[in-house]
């Protein structure tokens, strides 16, 4: 479940970067379309999910502290396949 509507995930991060003017990354994406206007996640699952992503980001973030061979730009990506499985394609 998410709140992007008929707008796609892409015009959702395309108006985000325009209105911030920063590049838009997949954890803070998810954020954005599962959240509810006043701010709280859509259900309590999708509230679990964004506890394990925060936990995964710290948890890379401590080890890149310490590991220069850790680029956390890239990172998003494996975080959410380590919290929610691969990407699927399609409809369900």
């Known amino acids: 479940m998410?709140?992007?509507?008929?707008?796609?995930?892409?015009?959702?991060?395309e108006a985000k970067e325009v209105s911030s003017g920063q590049k838009v990354g997949c954890l803070q994406l998810f954020e954005i379309t599962h959240r509810?206007?006043?701010g709280s996640p859509m259900?309590?699952?999708?509230?679990?999910i964004m506890e394990k992503l925060k936990e995964?980001?710290?948890?890379?973030e401590t080890i890149a502290s310490t590991d220069?061979?850790?680029?956390l730009e890239n990172i998003d990506n494996r975080?959410?396949?380590?919290?929610?499985?691969?990407e699927r394609y399609g409809r369900l």
């Open 43 to 48: 259900t309590s699952e999708v509230g679990q």
């Open 79 to 86: 975080i959410i396949t380590e919290v929610l499985g691969p």
């Open 68 to 71: 220069s061979s850790i680029n």
């Open 56 to 60: 995964k980001k710290a948890e890379y």
């Open 2 to 13: 998410h709140t992007a509507g008929l707008r796609s995930f892409a015009s959702v991060a």
């Open 36 to 38: 509810k206007k006043d």
